[in-house]
Structure formats: C-alpha cells, structure tokens
C-alpha cells in the first residue's frame, strides 16, 4: 500500500485536484489518500467546495507519492517558506511526484526541476515558466515524465498524466482497466498537446 499526500490550498482547480484522485486514488487497495494542507480547516477550493483536511503539513512527511494540483493562488505558494520546505521534503523521499497546470510551477520555484523536462498550462505558459527559469519547459506536451516526476498540462490533462503514473506504478493493462471503469478516454500520447497550437506556442 502506498500513501498519497494530495497538497491543497485555498482557490485549488477542483477539476486539477479531484481527476487525478479519482484514477489514482481508485487503486484502493494500493494508494491511501491522504488529504493535506498547511491548516486543519476545510480548504475551499476555486469552485467553492470546501474539502476536509486528513493531515497538516506539520504533522508528517513520509508519502510514497506527492500530488500537486494549480490554480491561480499556487504561484502564491513560494512564499509560504513552511510550505515550499515541506514539498521540498517529501519529493526528496517519495517515489512518485506529480503536479497539474501551475502545480508544477510551484516544483520549479522549488528547484525540484532544476534541469529537468516539464510542462504547464498552455494558456499561461509564457506568464509562468520564468518564475522558474532553471527548467526545461517542454511546449509541445500534454504532459511529461522526467524520472519521478510526471508533469501535465492544465486542469484535465492532469487525469491522462494520473493514468500514465498508474501505468509505471501498475501496469498498463491496470491503468487501462481504471480509464474504462471511469469512462474516460485516456490520450496516451504525452506529446498529443493540442492547446499549444492554439494557445500560439508551436
């Protein structure tokens, strides 16, 4: 069984972060979610739902896997320094790091990309990767993977990057079996990115 730390915070993409939980999460015999925040309180996310909170970040470390969702307040997360040394604790030790559209900026402003492939929301992605320059931001990507770290594009790509985690993690017949089970059509092709073209990227 590995454990998930879901990282929320106030004004979170609901899509980023309940579409990912729902593939990986699925795996309940495998993946234990635990839902964790810089506070005990409920976080309420962009959409106005307001979600329960397992763990704080003062109260444990130790995930197999570390899920970053975006938003627009998650550029505000580098300058939580408590936060930003949390993530920077957990992704030194944990298996799998992923992160949706400005989630993985906030890896970047982290300096866990330092040297690495990624990707980000297409809409923004000219406003956002000079935050964190060290990072070989890949345009043309619906997501990518980089040892550890699987990175997506926005909102709902975030799910097609969670299938290809439950892949590596599972098998790709698993993760397959999880994509009909939730009828969705999984876009296995990283490099399918159609909103680059039309977001004037490539």
């Not at 795996?27 to 810089?38: G, H, P, W, Y």
């Not at 995930?63 to 580098?78: E, H, K, R």
């Not at 969670?162 to 790709?172: C, I, Q, W």
């Amino acid at each position: 069984m590995r454990k998930m730390a879901a990282f929320v915070f106030p004004e979170f993409q609901t899509l980023d972060f309940f579409g990912p939980v729902e593939l990986l999460a699925g795996f309940r015999d495998k993946i234990e979610l635990v839902t964790v925040a810089k506070e005990a309180d409920p976080v309420v996310s962009r959409h106005g739902q307001r979600i329960c909170v397992d763990k704080t970040i003062a109260e444990a470390t130790e995930y197999d896997l570390l899920f970053i969702p975006g938003g627009d307040s998650a550029l505000n997360l580098a300058a939580d320094d408590q936060v930003m040394d949390w993530i920077r604790t957990v992704a030194g030790q944990a298996e799998i790091v992923l992160a949706v559209c400005t989630g993985t900026i906030v890896l970047g402003q982290a300096g866990l990309l330092n040297g690495k492939r990624a990707t980000t929301n297409k809409l923004d992605f000219n406003a956002t990767v000079p935050l964190a320059p060290e990072v070989e931001w890949v345009k043309q990507a619906r997501w990518v993977e980089d040892g550890k770290f699987f990175t997506s594009s926005g909102v709902s790509a975030g799910m097609d990057m969670a299938l290809a985690v439950a892949a590596r993690l599972f098998g790709r017949a698993q993760a397959l079996e999880m994509a009909e089970g939730s009828e969705y059509e999984w876009h296995s092709d990283p490099s399918w990115a159609p909103f680059a073209a039309s977001s004037g990227l490539v």
